[in-house]
């Protein structure tokens, strides 16, 4: 049977902080759990920046160093390395969101590709990501899910995001390198999730380079990877399949809630709970077919997945399963799946101060809204700080 305890070693899971980074990061988790600082703080943050008043030291020295890596990809290697140095890899997410030309969506394609390169040449960086949104107009996405006939001139946008997403798809091949797109709001996801379809039946012949994400907390996504698995079957091409819980619940309820249609999003946690590990469960049982990228910040789910793993005899380091969570939240799972020996990464957010802000205010915002995960978070901390009474210089070094 697997160790029920291992999330909860504090001593590894912090052992690269500080006991100044420990106490920035209570003070943080502590501030999240409430919610109207945290509305607050968003609405304060957003007016400071449109009026250009000058608060980006402080975010730099607050949230943005407990959730990003830098503000560059060279920012980010000392801490890829650090981390590495126990085991755990590193996702570069280069993590700016919300642009809107053909201009920007050509920059952010040349970006992306040269994270790729940039990850060949890294032990330590095994995925890169890109955000469908990130390289063509949310609108596109949206009308083609809709099935809203596009206009000639988007006719030609629409072949130019497919290239996009091609070129970066040919790029993770050729360099070796695993590629998956994030999933974002359900009235955009049917055009990526055909797209990445079609990009895997391409590029996932004899490995499994190509990744689609999976949201857990919408009800259909069983179905949708039964379904999935069946089609790779009978053409001949394998599934990578990253599984999360989900983003944009709130977002997703409201919108269907305004325009009168059923929510894409199950009817509450425990659903979503169910829907999550029956997911990972058929992708664990399928993996001649599947390979599974574990996106998730839940002990029990972890904890069934390595129990599954140990049930089918699989090596931990099985190069079909992957274990991530987000850099600055529950290293108490990162850090110890590493230790003992399995395929473990942290999405590395990075990017200029003022473009990451969106990223962190949703950051915020999750560990708000998810249930207990901000007081798991605090305990551990407070745990951790209470251990290291007894040994007062050790960890008292400079940031790093």
Known sequence: MIRRKIFNDTKTAFKLKSNVELDRAMFLFSMMSKQRLVTAGIFLT????????PVEGLIKKTIFEQFCGGITEEDCKPVTKEMYAENLHSILDYSVEGKKTEEEFDAALKKKKSLIEFAAKSNELPFAVFKPTGIGRFEIWEKLTEKISLSDDEKEEWERVKARVEELCETALKHKVRLYADAEESWMQGAADDLMEEMMKKYNKEGVYIFNTFQCYRWDRLQYVKDLHEKAKKEGFKVGAKIVRGAYMEKENARAKKLGYVTPICENKEATDVQFNSVMSYCLANLDDISVFIGSHNEVSNYLALQIMEDKNLAQDDQRIWFSQLYGMSDHISYNLAKKGYNAAKLLPFGPVRDVVP???????????????????????????????GEPTKHDREEH
């Open 46 to 53: 957003k007016l400071s920046l449109k009026l250009h008043l």
């Open 359 to 389: 990223y962190l205010l949703r950051r915020a915002q999750e560990n708000t809204s998810v249930k207990g995960q901000t007081g798991r978070e605090l305990s551990l901390l407070r745990e951790e700080r209470k251990r290291r009474k």
